[in-house]
Antibody
Framework: QLHLQESGPGLVKPSETLSLTCTVS??????????WGWIRQPQGKGLEWIGS???????FYNPSLRSRVTISVDTSKNQFSLKLSSVTAADTAVYYC?????????????WGQGTLVTVSS | DIQMTQSPSSVSASVGDRVTITCRAS??????LAWYQQKPGNTPKLLIS???SLQSGVPSRFSGSGSGTDFTLTISSLQPEDFATYYC?????????FGQGTRLEIK
């Protein structure tokens, strides 16, 4: 069974860079059939897609965050990562990693449990 | 960006009721639409992909329909465990976008 697990600091200071890693187990990140993504959800609010990548390195970002976001993959560790620079309080949210692919109509069938990141000094 | 608009934003219903949630896309997305259920404190769960394809393990009381710009999620007979927030999502083009959510509450 595929399992995704987010990890990283739960508290980030304003203007600094948020860094999260998603570790994938029970399946290979190096599959041509799947895309790996990040989605966030501020407390009590809706879901916002941040971006996604293919293991080949192709990345796709939300234009609203593009100037601050980098998503990368480490196939040797079966992990992918999110970096969000110059954070503000508006970036406080639960961050989810997730997988979508042709086995689920390219919808996100597998999600990590989510990790709360608070931006505060 | 493709905007996704759900209605209603919230609905109150009773166990056994039939409930329909609507999602409208700002431009045609064929059937590149998914529905998710999220309970408080939990991860979103994929219910339906490709507008009408029920995911494995999802009860048959859930159904989806539509294509182009107008879509519906129907729960035929509400069960206590169905009270949650529901989101639609378009995956036709980047950026992927979600509806604002519909909160289904117990009457």
């Amino acid at each position: 069974q595929l399992h995704l697990q987010e990890s990283g600091p739960g508290l980030v200071k304003p203007s600094e860079t948020l860094s999260l890693t998603c570790t994938v187990s029970g399946g290979s990140i190096s599959s041509s059939n799947y895309y790996w993504g990040w989605i966030r959800q501020p407390q009590g609010k809706g879901l916002e897609w941040i971006g996604s990548l293919h293991y080949t390195g192709n990345t796709f970002y939300n234009p609203s965050l593009r100037s601050r976001v980098t998503i990368s993959v480490d196939t040797s560790k079966n992990q992918f990562s999110l970096k969000l620079s110059s954070v503000t309080a508006a970036d406080t949210a639960v961050y989810y990693c997730a997988r979508r692919g042709n086995t689920s109509g390219f919808a996100y069938a597998y999600w990590g449990q989510g990790t709360l990141v608070t931006v505060s000094s | 960006d493709i905007q996704m608009t759900q209605s209603p934003s919230s609905v109150s219903a009773s166990v056994g009721d039939r409930v329909t949630i609507t999602c409208r896309a700002s431009q045609g997305i064929s059937t590149w639409l998914a529905w998710y259920q999220q309970k408080p404190g939990n991860t979103p769960k994929l219910l339906i992909s490709a507008a009408s394809s029920l995911q494995s393990g999802v009860p048959s009381r859930f159904s989806g329909s539509g294509s182009g710009t107008d879509f519906t999620l129907t729960i035929s007979s509400l069960q206590p465990e169905d009270f949650a927030t529901y989101y639609c999502q378009q995956i036709k083009s980047f950026p992927i976008t979600f509806g604002q959510g519909t909160r289904l509450e117990i009457k």
